[in-house]
């Protein structure tokens, strides 16, 4: 029998999380996380604050850096993603501490002094999170990160970004503003 160690579920649709992945919001729902003591151990991404992984390395997941499976494209611990293009039809939500939003064609600049109002309103008392922080763009149905030079980092699933190194985002991605601000990208408010 598999060593238990907890971690947490969705209450909408029971997708799990290791125990110290640093998710507090269920990657499809949005929904809190709530407590379960029935999974088994395993790698525990963004244990460690390290640069995204090199995508060249096939043994590693994309999606949160643990170890994938042998002769498999999936991890134990990530939803397998339909369609290795990951280019969306419909359009891409962020739900953070100002609610939805819906991305659009312009970049979106998340921080303390980010030029749409209603973000910059929900994160100007939060000095974990840099004026500048980080930048999301859509291109051709394709959503990029980019970590702006922010002083706490930027995460995405719980791993440090590289300064100013666009990496690619799929529904359910958790992004980390510092280790206090998470928010999460999805295909629907």
Do not use: K
């Not at 819906?102 to 970049?107: D, H, K, M």
């Not at 600049?109 to 973000?119: A, F, L, M």
């Not at 922010?150 to 980390?176: F, W």
């Amino acid at each position: 029998m598999a060593e238990l160690t907890g971690g947490l579920a969705c209450p909408t649709c029971g997708e799990r999380y290791p125990a110290g992945a640093g998710f507090t919001n269920c990657r499809t729902h949005f929904t809190v996380l709530l407590p379960v003591d029935d999974e088994p151990a395993g790698p525990v991404p963004g244990q460690e604050a390290a640069a995204v992984i090199d995508p060249v390395d096939t043994s590693v997941c994309d999606g949160c850096g643990g170890q994938r499976r042998p002769g498999s494209d999936e991890c134990d611990w990530c939803p397998p993603v339909p369609g290795a293009e990951n280019v969306h039809s419909g359009p891409l939500h962020l739900a953070g501490p100002w609610g939805s939003l819906e991305l659009g064609p312009a970049p979106l600049r998340i921080g303390r002094s980010s030029p749409d109002r209603t973000v910059a309103t929900a994160l100007a008392d939060l000095d974990t999170v840099s004026r500048d922080h980080a930048e999301i763009v859509v291109h051709d149905g394709q959503a990029w990160l980019r970590d702006a030079g922010s002083a706490n980092g930027t995460y995405l699933n719980g791993r440090r970004l590289v300064p100013d190194t666009p990496v690619q985002l799929t529904p359910g991605d958790t992004i980390g503003l510092g280790l206090s601000v998470q928010i999460c990208l999805g295909e629907h408010p």
